[in-house]
């Protein structure tokens, strides 16, 4: 299917590594012109390299003057913006139990993945509301909808995240702006690698997805192709959020 993106741009958050790297590269498979940010510079400059004419931003999604700074380039660099796709976030503390938390842990989960998204889509506003049809995607977690033991911050951060997309899609629907959020089970990628460790993925006992997998689906609700679809959060977990506790 042509997903009619050619010659469109996008600015993707969080791309130099997991989710983040295989959105730009499906992006730029595309056709699109991707401006690409994010704190690790080193690796951002080696997705830039798959990535035709990319525009490459060394900036912290939780610092507004380096966002408004990053924003400005890429609008000026691309010539405008058709989408923003947020997919810088952190997992922060990985089974610990609420008290053990402490609240600049916290604040540092929420900034990065609810707060950075905010500051993204805020400064990209005036571009994306100069484009023919702007699109919003998200990137949370089946986190969002399900919980795991210790994992209190992220979870919490990432439900956010959905309602976040949900109302700023109604805020935004006058303007033309689609706003879509990607929840995803376990992707392997070197942030869940981290926290999880090799060897569970080795022999995992639950079906992981790939970052190339949830990057299709990015790239699907970014499309015209998708015009329709609005406030929506499209859940890739294999069904398992479906599945009853009911012992029958």
């Known amino acids: 299917m042509d997903l009619r993106l050619n010659g469109t741009t996008a600015l993707i958050t969080g791309a130099a590594s997991g ?105 990209a506003l005036p571009a994306l509301r100069a484009a023919v049809a702007a699109s919003v995607v998200l990137v949370s977690s089946d986190s969002a909808l399900v919980a795991s033991a210790g994992m209190v911050p992220y979870c919490a951060s990432k439900a956010a995240l959905v309602q976040f997309g949900r109302a700023l899609s109604v805020d935004l629907a006058g303007d033309g702006i689609r706003v879509n959020t990607v929840a995803p089970s376990i992707v392997d990628t070197p942030m869940s690698r981290g926290d999880l460790g090799d060897e569970v993925f080795a022999a995992a006992s639950f079906p992981v997805q790939t970052a190339d997998e949830v ?28 599945r009853s506790g009911f012992p029958a």
């Open 19 to 123: 989710i983040g790297r295989a959105t730009a590269l499906a992006l730029a498979a595309e056709g699109v012109r991707v401006a690409l940010l994010d704190r690790d510079g080193v690796s951002l400059a080696e997705v830039a390299r798959g990535c035709a004419d990319a525009v490459v931003l060394v900036a912290d999604v939780t610092d507004a003057g380096q966002v408004d700074a990053a924003v400005e380039k890429a609008v000026d660099a691309l010539g405008g913006l058709d989408a923003v796709v947020c997919c810088a976030g952190v997992s922060g503390p990985v089974g610990s139990p609420i008290d053990e938390i402490s609240l600049t842990e916290w604040n540092a989960v929420f900034a990065v993945n609810v707060t950075g998204s905010f500051l993204v889509v805020s400064s």
């Open 215 to 242: 990057a299709s689906h990015v790239a699907y609700l970014v499309s015209p192709r998708s015009r329709a679809i609005n406030d929506t959060t499209v859940v890739s977990d294999f069904g398992y959020s479906a």
